[in-house]
């Protein structure tokens, strides 16, 4: 990333700090672009939480700087570093009963896991059966691929064989293209082994807002008289999304018991 193009209010930050998420929250919900975006992922996460059966706890993994709770105030937030949510957790050892959560919710998280084979255990073992996990992550168009792979300062390895890779930093250890290699390219193979989980959706998001707005590491370049008409261009250039969008929306949903064998 250009050093002239960063957010001056994370410098010196360390990624991944109470200070960090308490500066990029702070972005989102200042910058009317980036929050419209936020608003649009959140209601998603919510909206699959909502269909699976009631019951069970919902929880937020990687939470950060989310304010995902102040939406859903019976979600339980939770996150790998002390100090930034209600519980520590690692999506790889949930500490959760068996059948005890009817959702997990995640934005930009998923590929920061660096073993989702015990994620995924883990989850079909704490989900009740028609629970959901739900996320939002980094998508595989072209323009998707050129910008995580050129511009962005996380790894996008989709030449990558492996789900799994090394991992010392929570943050900066990961794969982008993890999504796209285990539910598009190796689809078959996650559904050989994990046949209790149903890919239910993955949807293209709106694109040209969240590039526009600069996210939560870039400076807020549109002014405000702009705002709308950048909204108004999202809306009609939806027909490009499969060449530009830059993130998906993907809900898995545990299979009742007695349909796992079909």
């Given at each position: 990333m250009l050093i002239w193009l960063r957010e001056p209010r994370l410098k010196?930050?360390?990624?991944?700090?109470?200070?960090?998420?308490?500066?990029?929250?702070?972005?989102?919900?200042?910058?009317?672009?980036?929050?419209?975006?936020?608003?649009?992922?959140?209601?998603?996460?919510l909206e699959d939480a909502r269909s699976a059966p009631e019951g069970g706890a919902m929880l937020e993994l990687g939470s950060g700087g989310s304010y995902l709770k102040d939406?859903?105030?019976?979600?339980v937030t939770s996150d790998v570093v002390p100090g930034i949510a209600e519980r520590v957790v690692d999506g790889r050892w949930l500490p959760f009963g068996d059948g005890t959560l009817r959702a997990?919710?995640?934005?930009?998280v998923f590929h920061h896991i660096p073993d989702v084979e015990a994620f995924f255990k883990e989850a079909q073992r704490a989900l009740v059966p028609g629970g959901v996990i739900s996320?939002?992550?980094?998508?595989?168009?072209?323009?998707?691929?050129?910008?995580?792979?050129?511009?962005?300062h996380e790894p996008y390895d989709d030449h990558a064989q492996k789900w799994s890779f090394a991992q010392e930093d929570p943050m900066m250890d990961c794969n982008q293209a993890l999504t796209w290699m285990i539910f598009v390219r190796d689809r078959a193979?996650?559904?050989q082994c994990h046949?209790?989980?149903?890919?239910?959706?993955?949807?293209?998001?709106?694109?040209?807002?969240?590039?526009?707005?600069?996210?939560?590491?870039?400076?807020?370049?549109?002014?405000?008289?702009?705002?709308?008409?950048?909204?108004?261009a999202d809306r009609?250039?939806?027909?490009?999304q499969p060449l530009f969008s830059l993130h998906w929306h993907i809900c898995l949903r545990k299979r009742a018991?007695?349909?796992?064998?079909?």
């Open positions: 010196g930050l360390a990624p991944g700090s109470p200070a960090f998420f308490k500066v990029q929250r702070q972005l989102i919900l200042t910058r009317p672009l980036i929050k419209r975006c936020y608003d649009d992922w959140y209601r998603r996460l939406l859903e105030p019976a979600l997990l919710l995640m934005s930009h996320m939002i992550e980094v998508a595989h168009t072209p323009f998707a691929r050129l910008f995580f792979k050129n511009f962005h193979r996650f559904e046949p209790g989980l149903i890919i239910e959706k993955l949807e293209l998001l709106p694109w040209l807002t969240y590039f526009s707005s600069g996210g939560v590491t870039s400076r807020y370049l549109i002014p405000k008289f702009l705002e709308g008409l950048v909204i108004a009609c250039l939806k027909p490009l018991e007695k349909e796992v064998g079909r």
